[in-house]
C-alpha cells in the first residue's frame, strides 16, 4: 500500500469510528441521560447538519492552504471535542458537543479526498478516493465495534475516550508520515458547472439518507430482527465492514473505467433489496436463533456493500468534472450530511411513532425514491464512460 494513501485512510479510520461510535450504545446512553432512544439519535443529526453547514465555508477559508495543515486541524480539533464528550454532564451539553465536532468532520474529511486525489497518478485515481473511503471501511469493521465493546465494558463514555485515542494516532501518523500536498490550483474556467454536477450530490444524499436511517439505529433493529444486545450488536456492526470491502472492491474498480447511471441504479436497487430484508427480519420472518441472526447480518452487508460500491464512482466523477476543487468536494461532504441528518430524523421518527420494524420501511421508501428521481435525473456516461 502507497504509505500516503495509509495515512489518509488513518485519517478517515479516525473519523469514521468518531462519526458513529456510539451507536451500538444508543439505547444505554438514552437510559442514562434520561431522554429516549429516538431523541438521542438526534446526537447524529447535530453532527452531520454542523458539518453539512459548516463544511462549504470551511473549503472556502480553508481552499488555499495545505491540505496537511487543514487536516491536522480538523484531527486536532476532533480530539478536544470527543474528550470532552466523554466527560459532559448532561444530554444538552453533549448534544453541542456534538455538533461541534462536525466541525472536525467538515475539515478534514475534504480535504483526505482532495489529497488522495492528488497523490495518486490519475489512472489509478479512483482506487485511490476508494482506498480512502476504505478507512470508513475499518471504522466499521474494528473501530465502531471496539467502541461498542469498550463501552459495554467500561460505560458509554468510554466510548469517547476511544474515539479521541484514535484521533490521536491518526494526528501523529499524519505529522510523522504525510507530505506536504498543496492546494490544487485555482480554476481558470469560471464557475463550477452546477446544471451538469446536481445530479451526482443528488445521488450522493438520496444514498446516504437512505443508510442512515437505518444504520444509526442498528441496536434497536438487531434487537428486534436478532435477539441480539450489548457487545453482541459489535459483531454486526462489523457486517457493515465486510460489506464495504466488498463494496470498495467493486466501486473503485468501478470508478478507474468512470461508470455512470447504470452502475449508480444497480446500487439503489441492492440497497432496497437490503432494507426489504430488514423489514423482513424485523417481522420474524426466519425462525430464531441463527437463521435470523444470519438473515440480519446479511441485510446489513447488502446495504454496505451498495453504498460502498457507489460512492468511489460518484467521488471520481466529481473531482474529474471540477478538477478536484475544494469547495466542490466540501459541498459533496455538506450533502452527504444533510443525507445522514435526515436519515437519522426519519429513522428516529419512525422508531417513536411506528416501533422498530418502521425503521427499515422507512429506509426502503428512501431507497425507492432515490432509484426513481435518479432513473430520470442521472446523466447518461459519456462515450468510453
Known amino acids: 500500500m502507497n504509505p500516503r494513501i495509509f495515512v489518509l485512510t488513518m485519517v478517515t479510520f479516525a473519523f469514521g469510528s468518531s462519526a458513529f461510535i456510539f451507536a451500538g450504545l444508543l439505547e444505554v446512553m438514552a437510559a442514562d441521560l434520561g431522554v429516549t432512544t429516538a431523541v438521542a439519535g438526534q446526537l447524529q443529526t447535530a453532527f452531520v447538519l454542523t458539518s453539512a453547514v459548516l463544511g462549504p465555508f470551511v473549503a472556502w477559508g480553508l481552499g488555499r492552504l495545505d491540505r496537511k495543515l487543514t487536516i491536522v486541524m480538523g484531527l486536532s480539533l476532533g480530539l478536544a471535542l470527543h474528550l470532552a464528550c466523554a466527560f459532559t454532564p448532561d444530554f444538552s451539553t453533549l448534544f453541542l458537543l456534538r455538533a461541534l465536532a462536525g466541525l472536525a468532520g467538515a475539515i478534514s474529511g475534504p480535504s483526505a479526498s482532495v489529497a488522495a486525489a492528488q497523490l495518486a497518478p490519475p489512472e489509478r485515481r479512483g482506487s485511490a478516493i476508494a482506498m480512502v473511503s476504505g478507512g470508513m471501511t475499518l471504522a466499521f469493521v474494528l473501530g465502531i465495534p471496539m467502541g461498542s465493546v469498550v463501552g459495554s465494558v467500561f460505560g458509554w463514555r468510554a466510548t469517547f475516550l476511544f474515539a479521541a485515542l484514535l484521533s490521536g494516532l491518526a494526528l501523529a501518523g499524519v505529522l510523522l508520515l504525510m507530505p506536504r500536498v498543496p492546494a490544487p490550483p485555482k480554476r481558470t474556467g469560471g464557475r463550477l458547472d452546477v446544471a451538469a454536477i446536481w445530479p451526482l450530490y443528488a445521488t450522493t444524499f438520496l444514498t446516504f439518507a437512505a443508510n442512515m436511517t437505518l444504520n444509526l439505529y442498528i441496536a434497536p433493529i438487531v434487537r428486534v430482527g436478532a435477539g441480539v444486545t450489548g457487545a453482541g450488536v459489535g459483531v454486526f456492526q462489523a457486517m457493515i465492514g465486510v460489506g464495504s470491502i466488498a463494496g470498495l472492491w467493486l466501486g473503485g474498480r468501478a470508478a478507474d473505467r468512470d461508470a455512470g447511471k447504470a452502475w449508480i441504479i444497480q446500487g439503489f436497487l441492492i440497497q432496497a433489496a437490503a432494507m426489504s430484508t430488514h423489514f423482513a427480519a424485523t417481522h ?45 468536494l466540501a459541498l459533496n461532504g455538506s450533502v452527504i450530511s444533510v443525507g445522514q441528518a435526515l436519515g437519522s430524523a426519519l429513522g428516529g421518527a419512525a422508531l417513536a411513532g411506528f416501533g422498530v420494524p418502521a425503521i427499515p420501511a422507512a429506509a426502503l421508501v428512501m431507497s425507492l425514491t432515490g432509484l426513481t428521481i435518479l432513473v430520470f435525473v442521472f446523466p447518461k456516461a459519456r462515450a468510453g464512460s
Open 284 to 328: 420474524h420472518a426466519a425462525p430464531p436463533g441463527l437463521p435470523s441472526q444470519l438473515l440480519v447480518a446479511f441485510a446489513i452487508f447488502l446495504a454496505a456493500t451498495a453504498l460502498f460500491s457507489i460512492t468511489p464512482v460518484i467521488q471520481n466523477r466529481l473531482i474529474r468534472m471540477t478538477e478536484g476543487a475544494p469547495v466542490a
